[in-house]
C-alpha cells in the first residue's frame, strides 16, 4: 500500500474510532479503546493515557497496556515523558527513550518490558486545554515513530479529549443523580426509623428479580433483557417509590395503633372518671337508703354487689378497648360488643349522663384491620401521587425519564383495585409488577414496625401466593421469584453484585 493511500486509510479510521468514542460514556470502556485504537494507529506495541487532575496537578491513568487491569499511576505535572508533555503542550518523539533522563526507567524494571522508541501526546479539549497526554511505546518494525505518526496520534488526541469530556460529564451528571437519590432516601426514611434500609432493600430485589426474569426466559419473559441504562432507571424508581411519604402528616404515618396515643390516654382517663362516678353513685344510694331508714348491712352488702358487678363491666369494656386498640385482625363476632359498648354510660361533671366511647371511637375500634381510618388510609395511599409529581418536577435525562411511571406504579394491582390509577393487566409495567412483588415482601418480612409484626420467609411467600391467586400480582413473576429463590440469594446471603451492576453506567 503506498504512502498516500495508507495516510488516507488511517485517517479514515481515526473518523471511523470518533464516531465510536463519541457514542461511548462509559469513561473506563472509553479509555481502553481510546488506548486500543491509539496503539493500532501508530503501530505501537504498547500505549498508556494519563488525565489531567487540575485540582491537584497531577497526571493520573486508569488504562495503561501491560500494566494490569487497574494501574493507579499518578506522576506530577512536568515530570517525566507524560508530565513534560502536559507541561509544555508539545509531543515529544523520543527513537531510545534511556537516552533521555526525563525517562522513568522504574517501570520497565518492575514489568520487564524494555522501551526503545516513544511517542507522547497531548489531548486538547475543545477550550484548547490539555486535557491528557497519550503515550505510544516501541514502534513496530524497531523503527523511532515518525512525524506522521505523531500528527496522527495528535489528532485522535483531539477527538478522544472531546470524547473524555463527554464521559466526564456524563459520569458527574451520573454521580449528581446518585447524591440526589441517596439523600431523598435519606430524607424519607428519617421520618420513620422502623422502615430504615426498605428503599435500597426493594431496589436490591427488584433488580435481583430483574437478572432473574432476563435468565428465565420463557413464555411472556422471551427475549427480555434490561439494558445498563433500563437498570439505572429501574433502580432509582425503586429508590424514590415511597419518597411521597413526605407529604404525610407524621403522627399518621407512624401511626402504631387504632387510637394515636393522646386519643388512647383521653379514653383511659374518661375510664378512670366513669370507675369514680360509679362509685359515687354507689355511696349516694348508700346515703339516700340508710336516710331512708334501711339497716346498715344489707345496704352495704346490695351495694357492693351492684358497684362490683358495674365495674366488673368497666374493666372488662376497658380490656375490650385494648385488645381492639391493636392492629391486628378483628375477630368474627366483636362487632356486637363493640356496639354495646357505645351505649354504657356513667355521670358526667355536670350531672348528666356521658357515654363511655363516643360514636367516632367506635368507629375506630371497629377498623376490621390495620390501624388506619378510611380517611387515614387515603392519605397513606396518597404518598404515590405525592412520589409521581414529585419526580415529574425533575428534568430527567431520555434514558430515566420513565422513573415517574414506574415509581408510581407498585401499589397497583392486576385486577384493577389498586392505586392511584386503578391500572389493570398489561396496563402495568413489568417494572412496576416486579416492584410491586419486592416491596410486599420486604414489608412483610423486615422487623418488626409499629404497626405490625414481621413474618417469615415462608409466611410471606403464602401471603404473595394468595394475592396472585386472587388476581392481584402477576402469576409469573412471582414464579421466577420463588423459583430463583431471590430473596435469600440476593439479601439473606449479602449478595451485593446485582446493585452494583445496575449502578454501572
Known amino acids: 500500500m503506498d504512502g498516500p493511500q495508507r495516510r488516507i486509510d488511517k485517517l479514515t479510521s481515526i473518523l471511523d474510532v470518533a464516531k465510536a468514542m463519541v457514542a461511548q460514556r462509559d469513561l473506563d470502556a472509553l479509555l481502553r479503546m481510546i488506548v486500543r485504537e491509539a496503539g493500532r494507529v501508530v503501530d505501537a506495541d504498547r500505549c498508556s493515557l494519563f488525565l489531567v487532575d487540575r485540582e ?129 432516601v435519606v430524607a424519607i426514611e428519617s421520618r420513620d426509623s422502623t422502615t430504615a434500609g426498605h428503599s435500597e432493600r426493594v431496589a436490591r430485589l427488584t433488580l435481583a428479580l430483574a437478572d432473574a426474569v432476563e435468565r428465565d426466559g420463557r413464555g411472556p419473559f422471551a427475549g427480555i433483557v434490561f439494558s445498563p441504562d433500563q437498570r439505572m432507571e429501574l433502580r432509582y424508581a425503586a429508590l424514590l417509590h415511597d419518597f411521597g411519604k413526605v407529604g404525610v402528616r407524621e403522627h399518621v404515618l407512624m401511626k402504631a395503633n387504632k387510637f394515636h396515643p393522646h386519643e388512647l390516654t383521653l379514653v383511659e382517663h374518661r375510664f378512670d372518671y366513669a370507675r369514680k362516678s360509679f362509685e359515687a353513685e354507689s355511696l349516694r344510694r348508700q346515703r339516700d337508703r340508710l336516710a331512708a331508714g334501711e339497716r346498715l348491712d344489707p345496704v352495704l352488702m346490695d351495694e357492693e354487689a351492684i358497684l362490683s358487678a358495674k365495674l366488673r363491666e368497666l374493666e372488662a369494656a376497658r380490656e375490650l378497648v385494648r385488645r381492639c386498640n391493636r392492629p391486628t385482625v378483628l375477630p368474627a363476632g366483636i362487632s356486637a360488643p363493640l356496639a354495646q359498648l357505645a351505649a354504657l354510660s356513667f355521670l358526667g361533671p355536670d350531672g348528666l349522663p356521658q357515654t363511655l366511647l363516643s360514636a367516632q371511637e367506635v368507629e375506630l375500634l ?43 406504579g407498585h401499589h397497583e394491582k392486576l385486577d384493577g383495585t389498586g392505586y392511584p390509577l386503578g391500572k389493570a393487566g398489561q396496563e402495568i409495567g413489568l417494572e412496576a409488577r416486579m416492584m410491586a412483588i419486592a416491596d410486599i415482601y420486604d414489608a412483610l418480612t423486615v ?49 451485593e453484585r446485582t446493585a452494583e451492576r445496575a449502578a454501572a453506567r
Open 447 to 495: 422487623s418488626d414496625r409499629p404497626y405490625k409484626r414481621s413474618v417469615s420467609h415462608d409466611d410471606a411467600l403464602e401471603i404473595l401466593s394468595a394475592d396472585v391467586r386472587s388476581g392481584k400480582l402477576d402469576a409469573e413473576v412471582f414464579r421466577v421469584f420463588v423459583e430463583a429463590d431471590v430473596p435469600r440469594r440476593f439479601l439473606e446471603d449479602g449478595e
Open 366 to 408: 371497629s377498623i376490621p384491620k390495620g390501624s388506619l381510618s378510611p380517611a387515614e388510609r387515603l392519605e397513606i395511599e396518597s404518598h404515590v401521587s405525592h412520589t409521581y409529581r414529585f419526580l415529574k418536577q425533575i428534568p430527567w435525562t431520555r434514558s430515566l425519564r420513565r422513573i415517574p411511571e414506574i415509581a408510581c
Open 56 to 184: 491537584e496537578k497531577v497526571l493520573y491513568s486508569k488504562v495503561a497496556q501491560g500494566m494490569g487491569p487497574s494501574p493507579r499511576i499518578r506522576v506530577p505535572l512536568g515530570v517525566g515523558i507524560a508530565g513534560a508533555t502536559a507541561r509544555t503542550r508539545r509531543p515529544i518523539n523520543l527513537p531510545d527513550a534511556y537516552a533521555d533522563s526525563r525517562f522513568n526507567r522504574a517501570v520497565d524494571l518492575s514489568t520487564g518490558y524494555r522501551t526503545t522508541s516513544l511517542l507522547c501526546v497531548p489531548m486538547f479539549n475543545t477550550d484548547g486545554d490539555v486535557a491528557g497526554v497519550i503515550q505510544a511505546l516501541n514502534k513496530a518494525g524497531g523503527v523511532p515513530f515518525s512525524d506522521e505518526d505523531e500528527e496522527l496520534l495528535l489528532a485522535l488526541g483531539g477527538q478522544a479529549a472531546s470524547a473524555v469530556e463527554n464521559a466526564l460529564l456524563h459520569e458527574e451528571i451520573h454521580q449528581l443523580f446518585e447524591g440526589f437519590v441517596k439523600a431523598s
